[in-house]
């Protein structure tokens, strides 16, 4: 009997540490650190908008936040593994012009575009920018025309990859001006500038937060903004539609987490990218480049995106684009 009852009190115990367990707030988040992976070599501009918005979120969330470079295939290798990751609000990916782009240009890709994530917020958008080096003859988007007209298949393009900006950029361009044109891509903006400025290539319809400080600095001359209206940020640079009518690229940025984060986590992310991108330091380095800052909501990323998805599937179409 007396066992009876040392085991009925024992069960007891445990049936109320269970309850008080249960009853304990869930842990805040974040815990540990957050990690923004960057689908393109480090150097380019995805990169620097990474940089400057992971140290104002670190601030925000109290936790550190790590940025992850993972080039390759146009971006998919990057956002492919945040597809993958934990839905935890732990990993997320700094999207871009392809992601918007790669599900009408890739005859499959490893993940469901349109399912496999949750949108954090929109940071913003913002011209490309046709440079050629310091020292090119094309000084204008006729020179280039011209020149291309004259020698096809001589002149090269250069981009930080598939299915990016300035791949769609230079392959709108050579669709519209009906010339023909070199693509080159690379693994990211930085190794691309750097052959630009090497003269292994030509040209680049950079995002304008590459390539900025090269433009600042005399090193590069910016032709033409890809905006159909010209940047107030590049005073007096015409847009390619004043030579090419009907030419318009704009590039942008968001966060992304794979999809089934739980919407506590989203609304601390969304609020703390919210407060770094509005902040004086973010606002310096990007909008001087061009970029317009949006800070929106989760919706807005979502409605952006769908709509540039059906922008592009029609212009890949009608232009026949291919990745190289």
């Known amino acids: 009997m007396t066992s009876l009852i040392r085991r009925f009190f024992n069960l007891g115990a445990v049936a109320a540490s269970f309850a008080l367990f249960a009853a304990l707030p869930a ?35 109290g936790q550190p936040v790590i940025i992850e470079n993972k080039p390759g295939a146009g971006t998919i290798i990057g956002t492919d593994m945040v597809a993958k990751s934990p839905a935890d609000g732990y990993t997320l990916v700094v999207a871009s012009f392809a992601h918007a782009v790669n599900p009408s240009l890739m005859a499959k890709l490893p993940y469901a575009a349109d399912k496999a994530f949750t949108p954090v917020v929109l940071i913003g958008r913002g011209p490309n920018v046709l440079v050629v080096r310091a020292e090119s003859p094309y000084r204008t988007v006729k020179d280039i025309v011209a020149a291309a007209t004259a020698q096809p298949d001589k002149l090269s393009y250069a981009s930080q990859g598939n299915g990016t900006s300035a791949h769609l950029a230079g392959e709108m361009f050579t669709n519209l001006a009906k010339v023909k044109m070199i693509h080159i891509p690379y693994r990211g903006a930085g190794p691309a500038i750097t052959d630009l400025l090497g003269g292994q290539v030509d040209m680049m319809f950079a995002t304008s937060s590459a390539v900025g400080s090269f433009v600042d600095s005399g090193k590069l001359r910016a032709i033409a903004v890809t905006t159909p209206e010209r940047s107030p940020a590049l005073n007096g640079v015409p847009t390619v539609a004043e030579t090419v009518p009907g030419y318009a690229v704009e590039s942008w940025y968001g966060l992304y987490a794979p999809a089934g984060t739980p919407a506590d986590a989203i609304a601390k992310l969304n609020a703390a990218a919210r407060k770094a991108v509005t902040s004086d330091e973010f606002r310096k380095k990007v909008e001087q480049e061009g970029l317009m ?3 929106g909501t989760p919706a807005e990323l979502d409605a952006y995106v769908r709509r540039e998805e059906a922008r592009w599937r029609k212009i890949v179409r009608e232009n026949n684009l291919k990745v190289d």
């Open 27 to 61: 842990a805040a988040f974040p815990e540990k650190p957050v990690r923004l992976v960057v689908p393109f070599a480090p150097g380019g501009g995805t990169d620097l908008i990474a940089r400057t918005l992971g140290n104002g979120m670190a601030s925000a969330l």
């Open 293 to 295: 800052v949006t800070a």
